[in-house]
């Protein structure tokens, strides 16, 4: 005959297997932050070599190694940030999943934080080259 | 009778769903990423092609390459905003006891679609050049 046995059916045991599966989905959040990341590094690093490789022992081009290497910086810099908020969100997360009684706790916005600051970076680009291409 | 179950299992769903809100949100940041990486490159590579070929045969010059960068980042800008307007939404109302689902089709649909047209319109652009 079959049938679940009623040690499976306990409430206990139910809330045990909800704790691994938020323990999985916390593992893929904090794996989804960390190839975020590993892409806004790249793209500092390859648009900082690119542009430099293209314009190099082009003195006119002050401005625009000036602009370069700060969006390089930003997109760098953002990507450690959501990197280290991430992992430090996930520890806190594991925490919580060993405590008897569990609470959903609203917490930091990082994914609103990251890509509003994504907006601002990407809007200076746009008047970046919007001016340079009116000269 | 009330089900003894629906305490710890509701808060380990509403932070299931906090997760997968934010999973989705990083997806839109990769795919916007994308976008505006290549408008900001796009530019840059044709003023420099220019500069360093200007037999003016090239199919990409910088004055065609500006309006493509333009749309590009303004696109991916576009997209993280809807997006980051979706996540915000999700988030608030998970945290409601009368929790109701949102759907996001029109915006993938947005997404796909410009992207397919832009795919449409280089082939066809490539194509006309040979």
Known sequence: MSGSSPLSNSPNFQTELAKERNHMAANRTLLAWIRVSIALIGIGFGVNDIVLRLWSGNDENHYLMKFTRLFSLSMIALGVFSVSVSALDYRAEIKRLRQSDYAYTPRFPLGLMVAGMLVIISLGALIFIQKLNSF | ?130
């Open chain 2, 1 to 130: 009778m009330r089900n003894n179950l629906t305490g710890p299992t509701n808060e380990l769903a509403k932070e299931r769903n906090r997760a997968a809100s934010e999973r989705t949100i990083t997806s839109w940041i990769q795919s916007c990423l994308g976008l505006i990486g290549f408008g900001v490159a796009v530019d840059q590579i044709a003023v420099a092609l220019d500069r360093r070929a200007s037999d003016g045969n090239q199919l990409v010059t910088s004055d065609f390459a500006y309006p493509i960068s333009f749309i590009f980042i303004v696109l991916g800008i576009g997209l993280l905003v809807f997006a980051m307007v979706q996540h915000y939404l999700e988030i608030q109302s998970i945290k409601r006891e009368d929790y109701f689902f949102l759907p996001s089709r029109p915006m993938n649909v947005l997404a796909t679609s410009t992207i397919i047209t832009f795919g449409f319109l280089g082939i066809v652009i490539l194509g006309l050049s040979m």
